[in-house]
């Protein structure tokens, strides 16, 4: 598997047969693929002169700038792991990685320097310091079947679990988004979404595979967004909930026609996605499905099945399995289980919860859906003993939050589910069973949690109970305490 | 690495997605993809019936049938290794190839049922008999890194060498033929090339890719190409010299205007190119450029740059390299060197080719090349130490012919060599030095070696020498000899 083809592969191709063409731009400043390759070369040269070799982690704490997937692709080239972590997280929560992946380096954007020195005493690194380490030989990139990226994903046991993917398998992803939006290179992406979230990567990917540009952005800023398709001929971005309603608002804030605008990919809202179609009537919406551990599973134009997910990834199989690993009657709910390559190589030293996730070669993606007779796929939630809330892009695990809750003097119980929300398209929600003679608030509960992890996982809401429903097999009852909420 | 993607997931996802779709034809029976993926379940039933497992060598010897693919299908869900062989090949060819292999089974159609059991002894089995071993189970694509096909190519040593391709290689092959032909739902390709041959396998597979439908062809018939284009609706076929001139040919004797012909992708001389356009104003040559090693290195519209060999495959990175594996100066010629997905696993059983031929993380075609600013790729001719001759679409190596032609008794030193022809490509050529006393005659030394050889592999034409001219490391001057030959 020497002579595969890798990330730097991909970036050095396209630097071969196109130097000059725009790969990035971030606030002005252009990457031609003849710089980025240079770039990529230049930070490789810079994790070997830190001592970084083949299977070391690198973590990288920063805005979603370029630098981050330069490193991604010098690091795969030396056999190195990259492992993104969320700007978002609390010191607390980002030590706990650190302490899970031992990164032999930590690399930081200026806004971050502080905080990696403080994880890391000794290990952290400026982008800066990284360039300027001697002369960076041309470079083969790396072996694909090993793993380059380290993603943590929040998990169901409370702690986040760190999805091992390899080239390939971002490679996979990226040339299949390229297929499912249709994207040549002749497109411009608009970078909306995080670059330490598989959804950011991959659609950077997919651009760089079709010879595309990618406008970066450091964060989300829908006016922002606005003005990288009105000034700078934008024709693409992602989207999560609330993105794309923002973006609308932007829009109609600033008066702006978007001719450029060709589609806008993700996820959201019938309503919302119906209101951007009308607001730009030349431009289509794709729907797309996916997780860290598989992206992407289906997609497709939103038009031909409102509604659903899509249809088949051009490299995925899907079939909907029962709780003994059989297929359901057609028509009926299943899990979602998936054969891509795509597929991640596992958990980090979670062997037997890898081996469960992939058992009889399929990998079990925890979420529920249906199929259509011509295999449109409708999302139909979760199962139970993974429900995942999905609220602004980000993901939360219920145990996660109810672990802080429950630290809490006054609570005795606590329930954590999603509830429906306009803007976020999910919201976390609490359910409480207070202590006897024990007394607390909402607004206290909520800033008892915001304080101890990240912010988006705070609830949203609380509410008091007496007692939590439970399932017959004792698992607590999330859809029936949803069903609780007003208004949701 | 067990919830991959592989052949049988291929033919499954398009069965799932449109069941009714043709894939394959063959002289009126149709297969549409439900049946097709049936067939393979079918296949896959009667082969673990007949005690084949993973890791087991199936060989097949066939016309280009339907049955070849779906046995690759069949076999690789199984982890089983398929061995199509060229029916052009002497017994004494096929009897090497299965010693070298050790097949588990040998399966036949009806034409090659003798062979194959000479060959075998008990291990032979007709299509017929693998069918109706019960009810056959759904399957799983296994996994896709794992050799699935044993591809013999002519051998620099006299003898063929096998080469090992995975799943993931033979998709990846597909997927950028795909990509390269611009290849939809809506293409038929006719399957001119044979299928024990990577070019049409790999077409195959593209066109399974794109949910296609795939007109196949025992043999190559030029008349038949024209009615499969003329009456089925045929799009797309490949080419090798000197298909493309018989099938002009053809169209003219049948005074056929060919509508639907949507382009032909290959390799054929300047001249003939120009005719098929000039004859064909609609449709486009896509020239193409592999080996079975790997497959496609580079292809493109013929017409961008005419005399190329096109640009460089969507997955694939080129560099020409030195005899030191340095880069040459840019301009210069280097031999062709390739980074992609679908580089093949290696020879069976030969480590060190395997080695030397992948070393410094890339793959050494033994062509040389020429790459022009953007990038197009200019084939120059083979490496001395790798003197193939392509004639017909089919490989021969000179050390195979030289050693045939010593066996005569007349002879004393032989040296083989290609030379420019018209109608095939390439022809066979021999110079030969005789024995002090004897003599022989250019038919006499061409039957010698039809009898003992695959035809194919017989000089056109027979030159005798004084002495083999050499270079100064003492390896004959294949090219001195080359130009001694008069109108060539």
């Not at 630097?15 to 390759?37: K, M, T």
């Not at 990917?205 to 964060?219: D, K, N, P, Q, S």
């Not at 951007?276 to 797309?288: E, S």
């Not at 079990?364 to 139909?380: P, Q, S």
Request: hydrophobic residues 45%; glycine residues 10%.
């Amino acid at each position: 598997m020497e002579c595969t083809f890798g990330l730097y592969d991909l970036i050095a191709r396209q630097a071969a047969l196109f130097p000059h063409r725009e790969a990035l731009r971030r606030n002005g400043d252009v990457f031609d693929y003849a710089r980025l390759e240079r770039l990529a070369r230049s930070l490789a040269a810079g994790l070997a002169a830190a001592g970084v070799k083949t299977s070391d982690r690198v973590a990288v704490l920063s805005h979603s700038r370029e630098e981050i997937l330069a490193l991604l692709v010098a690091a795969s080239a030396l056999g190195a792991v990259v492992v993104p972590l969320n700007v978002r997280l609390t010191a607390e929560e980002l030590a706990y990685i650190v302490a899970d992946c031992s990164p032999a380096l930590i690399c930081a954007d200026g806004d971050h320097g502080e905080t990696a020195r403080s994880l890391a005493r000794g290990l952290s690194s400026s982008f800066e310091d990284l360039h300027g380490k001697g002369d960076a030989p041309a470079l083969a990139g790396g072996d694909a079947s090993r793993p380059c990226l380290l993603l943590y994903t929040a998990a169901v046991s409370g702690r986040p679990r760190g999805c091992l993917l390899s080239q390939a398998n971002l490679l996979a992803c990226g040339f299949q988004l390229r297929d499912i939006l249709e994207i040549t290179g002749g497109d411009a992406l608009v970078a909306t979404l995080p670059l330490f979230h598989i959804g950011g990567l991959g659609a950077a990917v997919a651009a760089l595979a079709a010879g595309a540009r990618t406008i970066v952005m450091e964060r989300f800023d829908p006016a922002a967004v606005v003005r990288a398709v009105a000034d700078d001929g934008g024709t693409l971005f992602m989207t999560f909930p609330p993105m794309l309603q923002a973006v609308l608002d932007a829009q109609k804030g600033a008066g702006a026609d978007l001719p450029s605008l060709r589609a806008v990919a993700g996820v959201d809202a019938p309503p919302t996605v119906e209101a951007f179609l009308a607001q730009n009537p030349r431009a289509r919406f794709f729907t797309l499905y996916g997780q860290t551990e598989v992206m992407p599973v289906s997609g497709g134009d939103w038009r031909s099945r409102p509604g659903s997910v899509g249809t088949w990834a051009p490299w995925a199989r899907v079939a909907l399995l029962d709780d003994d690993d059989r297929p359901v009657a057609p028509g009926e709910t299943g899990e979602i289980c998936v054969r891509s390559p795509s597929v991640f190589l596992g958990y980090l030293g979670l062997p037997e919860e890898t081996r469960r996730c992939g058992r009889h070669g399929w990998h079990h993606t925890g979420d529920l859906g249906r199929l259509d007779e011509e295999g449109y796929l409708y999302w139909a939630g979760r199962k139970p003993e993974k429900e995942l809330i999905k609220t602004g892009g980000e993901n939360v695990y219920p145990a996660e939050v109810e672990k802080v809750i429950l630290e809490h003097p006054a609570v005795a119980e606590a329930c954590v589910f999603g509830v429906p929300d306009e803007r976020w398209g999910e919201a976390v929600w609490a359910a409480c069973v207070l202590r006897e003679g024990r007394g607390a608030g909402e607004e206290e509960i909520i800033a008892f949690v915001a304080d101890r992890i990240a912010r988006y996982k705070r609830p949203r809401g609380v509410t008091f109970v007496r007692e939590i429903p439970r399932r017959p097999d004792g698992t607590p009852d999330r859809r029936k305490l949803a069903d609780t909420i007003p208004n949701s």
